[in-house]
């Protein structure tokens, strides 16, 4: 049932950005940084380094899997997969040196805040570069359903 709503979804969102793909460019963009400010906010309220490295290691997991399913997607152009597949790895290189893995050295707990701070300035100018607004809102789509 989730895969039929999803397509039902899926096809409608990319029947209405034809003619609205102008205006949509700012407002993809706004709910995307509003997505990461979320997470940013999150791991500041924390209370301890585990449930902050929680929200951050949830936040990448589910940006991972959304790129993944858009990716999936025959819709989706190849250079957009092309980009999809950068910004992937860079998300996947975030979590990799916030838990010291493949060759990182892990964040300590007392820069998480800035960790997050600096994940969140470094994904809002990554996302503009590598990917296109309608493959953006797809993935914030993905995002909301999650």
Known sequence: MKKFIFSVLTLAFIGFMSPLSAQSAGDAETM??????????????AENPES????LND??????????????????????????NSFKADIQNKQDE?????????????????FANFV????????????GVTTLLLIIIILLLL
């Open 32 to 45: 995307f940084k509003k997505h990461i400010n979320k997470m940013v906010e999150s791991v500041e309220k």
């Open 52 to 55: 902050k490295r929680e929200i």
């Open 59 to 84: 936040s990448f997991n589910d940006l991972i899997g959304a790129i993944e399913k858009v990716e999936k997607m025959s819709a989706v152009p190849e250079t957009e997969k092309q980009g999809l």
């Open 98 to 114: 916030l838990n010291g893995e493949n060759g990182f050295a892990a964040v300590p707990n007392n820069n998480l805040n800035n």
């Open 120 to 131: 969140q300035q470094d994904l809002e100018q990554a996302d503009t570069v590598t990917i």
